[in-house]
């Protein structure tokens, strides 16, 4: 098990995450794009998402190989980013998105694949190495904010080629590993979409990430209007992070006296109460910080008991695919509908709607979850 080169891979990529995220928004708005146009161009980053890892999970599943592209992905990333800073217009700029993200979202669901297979009989412990991904975040994300304070929006993109670089040297460390061997031949993957609780947990999937996607697209841009400086900003971010990280290191214990269904049905319950208290409160503090401390369960709790699921529901020669199917409908898809949602509600009627709609959505994936997952088996 490389346990420290598998974690490097994940902090380098999630503290790109961590410049990218928080702070793109803001950098798109200094650039003169009103709420609409970031929504939109936002959006560019879920939507790739739900194309790319889809063709390049059939890609690795065919080949049986998948570190070979995940080097390759991060390598097209690098290449392609510098075209972000020659883009001077609506259209230029999204083409530079398009680019660079196709690449981007390609690499991290094959990552994924290789960390379970390295992990075998022991897939409850992959909290403990996705936990560095969150460090990661956490670093860039209190950092960036603090140079911001000082320093230009323009900054940003220089910050997030950097870490670009850092993840495509990481992965250069990590070695492949087979798929898992199964009880016997795979199931096609049409008949595993078939099933009821397959279903229902990418519905789930989907719903959840539509409401983060307004988070991610709108939160920093709800907090600047509130008056919070960026300062303020990185801190509510990283503490939503810190409690993560918190999370992830009992996860296994979690997953081993709940199940993964209980734990996904509780993320997505406490899920809706945080997006009702952001949109509700933005100028108390302490309810914010209240808010944050529940990404532990909204994103932590959530996506490890999802993959968990994934990761069972998905045997063999089949995980590619499924890991993929798992980052395009939620991560992508759904990321992408939550920004265009929230872009379209942002000045009429408000960012209240905006969480409202999304604490709504949160509430629709906990009746899907608990109607139909995990029926007639416990994980």
């Known amino acids: ?82 075209s972000v800073f020659i883009a001077d217009g609506f259209w230029t700029m999204a083409a530079a998105m398009t680019l660079f993200s196709f690449f981007w979202n390609a690499s991290l669901p094959l990552l994924e694949s290789v960390t379970f297979n390295h992990l075998g009989v022991r897939p409850a412990y992959y909290a403990r190495v996705r936990l560095w991904g969150s460090v990661g975040f956490i670093l860039v994300v209190g950092a960036l904010g603090l140079h911001l304070e000082q320093a230009s929006l323009a900054s940003v993109p220089l910050w997030v080629l950097t870490l670009y670089l850092g993840t495509l040297l990481s992965t250069l460390l990590v070695p492949d590993s087979p798929p898992a061997a199964g009880a016997g031949p795979a199931p096609a993957l049409r008949l595993l979409l078939r099933r009821p609780e397959v279903r229902a947990l990418l519905g789930a999937c ?28 990185g801190g509510l971010w990283v503490f939503g992070v810190v409690a993560e990280v918190l999370v992830f290191l009992i996860m296994h214990r979690l997953l081993r006296r ?33 808010a944050q401390s529940l990404h532990a369960a909204s994103f932590g709790t959530f996506h490890v008991a999802a993959i968990h699921l994934i990761h ?63 029926l007639g088996r416990r994980y």
Request: no cysteine; charged share 10%.
């Open 258 to 290: 709940f199940g993964a269904r209980r734990v996904l049905l509780w993320s997505l319950g406490l899920g809706a109460l945080r997006w009702l208290l952001i949109g509700a409160f933005i100028g108390s503090l302490p309810l914010q910080v209240l």
């Open 312 to 374: 069972h529901y998905f045997p063999g020669p089949t995980q590619g695919r499924g890991q993929a199917l798992y980052n395009s409908l939620s991560f992508g898809a759904g990321g992408a509908a939550g920004s265009l949602i929230g872009g379209a509600l942002w000045v009429t009627p408000g960012p209240f709607a905006a969480f409202g709609v999304g604490a709504i959505a949160a509430l629709l994936g906990l009746w899907a979850a608990w109607r139909w997952v995990d």
């Open 1 to 82: 098990m490389p346990y420290w080169r598998l974690s490097a891979s994940y902090l380098f990529y999630f503290a790109a995450l961590g410049a990218l995220v928080p702070y793109w928004g803001l950098y798109l708005q200094s650039r003169g794009f009103d709420a609409l146009a970031v929504g939109q161009l936002m959006a560019i980053l879920g939507a790739t998402k739900i194309v790319a890892p889809l063709l390049w999970g059939h890609w690795a599943d065919r080949a049986g190989r998948r570190m070979p592209l995940v080097r390759l992905a991060n390598l097209g990333t690098v290449l392609v980013f510098g």
């Open 206 to 233: 989907f719903l959840m990430q539509l409401s983060h996607g307004i988070y991610y697209a709108f939160y920093s841009i709800y907090l600047k209007s509130a008056g919070y400086s960026t300062g303020a900003m």
